[in-house]
T-cell receptor, first 114, second 113 residues
């Protein structure tokens, strides 16, 4: 079946370090990938997305890398701050129906120490 | 910044009772969704809604579930006869277009006793 999963459940970093969160997906037909951040008591918050015709996309302090050959997605956060502490989910568009029927991964908890 | 709002934030109900979870999507958005997250598990798609009809639903979204857009601003999820396993955080989301990013609400925590 189709699945999106994460390699590590928890990532602990020091403030100022760069963080890398990884994700593997299984649906080779996936066309669209998104990273979400979820803080305690809140809904998923969009961070950055990437389509399958790209292998890298940069935002403010974040970069998403897509390796379609090995079906791997990563989120890089530069100069991690305590406010970045949250659970990070990758998601793909599932069966690409044109609607956002997202398939979420399990999530990685990022802990940033001062 | 516009946001999706959900009420109530917490809902406790007895098994077999009906519950209605309410959402106000972002005002100019056209696509609406419900997702849920059972404690410690992944966020799961339930249903998508466009042009006043369900466009897609998951196997979770059985006959006990229904959605409605009763007016121009609200979007509701009804569970007719709640079961213990319906206990979860339910997230409403909306997007401007079908292939654009989702904006999620803060969720309603449903506890079925």
């Amino acid at each position: 079946g189709e699945s999106v999963g994460l390699h590590l459940p928890t990532l602990s970093v020091q403030e100022g370090d760069n963080s890398i969160i990884n994700c593997a997906y299984s649906n080779s037909a996936s066309d669209y990938f998104i990273w979400y951040k979820q803080e305690s008591g809140k809904g998923p918050q969009f961070i950055i997305d990437i389509r399958s015709n790209m292998d890298k996309r940069q935002g403010q302090r974040v970069t998403v890398l897509l390796n379609k050959t090995v079906k791997h997605l990563s989120l890089q956060i530069a100069a991690t701050q305590p406010g970045d502490s949250a659970v990070y989910f990758c998601a793909d568009e599932g069966m690409n129906t044109g609607f956002q029927k997202l398939v979420f991964g399990t999530g990685t908890r990022l802990l940033v120490s001062p | 910044e516009p946001e999706v709002t959900q009420t109530p934030s917490h809902q406790v109900t007895q098994m077999g009772q009906e519950v209605i979870l309410r959402c106000v999507p972002i005002s100019n958005h056209l696509y609406f969704y419900w997702y849920r997250q059972i404690l410690g598990q992944k966020v799961e798609f339930l249903v998508s809604f466009y042009n006043n009809e369900i466009s897609e639903k998951s196997e979770i979204f059985d006959d006990q579930f229904s959605v409605e857009r009763p007016d121009g601003s609200n979007f509701t999820l009804k569970i007719r006869s709640t079961k213990l396993e319906d206990s979860a955080m339910y997230f409403c989301a909306s997007s401007l277009q079908g292939n654009e990013k989702l904006f999620f609400g803060s969720g309603t925590q449903l506890s079925v006793l």
